[in-house]
């Protein structure tokens, strides 16, 4: 059963920066490339919510789970099911330092 997704603020700035930075380091094509991998990745998360693995970052990120974009493998969706609604909740390179980050930020509620 698909269910809808919504893309939070915080992962919407992600995807424009990771956007930006492929198409100044690689091409606009695989900038382009990389945008519609990552929402054919949301819709593919929507139909199979509970794929993959959950984050170990401590009990407050405890729903939070993470995929690669397909054809983007090092960048990941980190995401987490409320209400019914898959919510992208940030898309970062998973060479980050993730526990720093996921600790100093606080996930923002969706804008449905």
């Known amino acids: ?4 997704y919504a893309v939070l603020p915080s992962a919407d700035r992600d995807l424009d920066l990771q956007a ?3 198409a100044e380091e690689a091409s606009l094509e ?3 490339r990389f945008l519609g991998a990552a929402h054919k990745t949301f819709s593919r998360l929507a139909v199979h919510p509970n794929m993959d693995w959950r984050l170990s970052l401590g009990p407050a990120f405890r729903s939070i789970r993470a995929f690669p974009v397909t054809g983007f493998e090092n960048i990941l969706v980190f995401y987490r099911t409320r209400e019914g609604v898959l919510e992208i909740v940030r898309v970062l390179h998973g060479a980050r330092d993730l526990e720093a ?3 100093k930020e606080p996930i923002e509620e969706p804008e449905l």
């Open 1 to 4: 059963m698909k269910i809808r």
């Open 20 to 22: 930006d930075y492929l």
């Open 30 to 32: 695989i900038a382009l």
């Open 101 to 103: 980050l996921f600790g």
